[in-house]
Nanobody, 119 residues
Framework: QVQLVESGGGSAHPGGSLRLACAAS????????IGWFRQVPGNQRERVAC????????LYSDSVKGRFAISRDNAKHTAYLQMNDLKPEDTAVYYC????????????WGQGTQVTVSS
């Protein structure tokens, strides 16, 4: 059973930073795209960022481009989302996913971690 465990969520002030981590238990983690999505109650899950298995390709939503950075350490089976210059509209539950592409369909998901940005 694939297991993804997010950590690092919490509260921050506008302009602050948080770093999320996603630890995977699956041995073939190296071969999958890792992505971060977020969801606000009542809304659909929104793609935030993805990184390819070979580290050579990243994708960001327009809303976070230039502020967030996705990375991964295959040796540690862990992916990260560095979130800088946080805004109140970044408040959401953030989910890590593993898939063959940067799409939510058929993906494996973590349990989510809450990020709250407020003054």
């Amino acid at each position: 059973q694939v297991q993804l465990v997010e950590s690092g969520g919490g509260s921050a002030h506008p302009g602050g930073s948080l770093r999320l981590a996603c630890a995977a238990s699956e041995f073939d983690y190296d071969y999958y795209v890792i992505g971060w999505f977020r969801q606000v109650p009542g809304n659909q899950r929104e793609r935030v960022a993805c990184i390819s298995s070979g580290y050579d390709s990243t994708l960001y939503s327009d809303s976070v481009k230039g502020r967030f950075a996705i990375s991964r350490d295959n040796a540690k089976h862990t992916a990260y989302l560095q979130m800088n210059d946080l805004k109140p509209e970044d408040t959401a539950v953030y989910y890590c996913m593993k898939n063959k592409n940067c799409q939510p369909y058929g993906a494996y998901w973590g349990q989510g971690t809450q990020v709250t940005v407020s003054s």
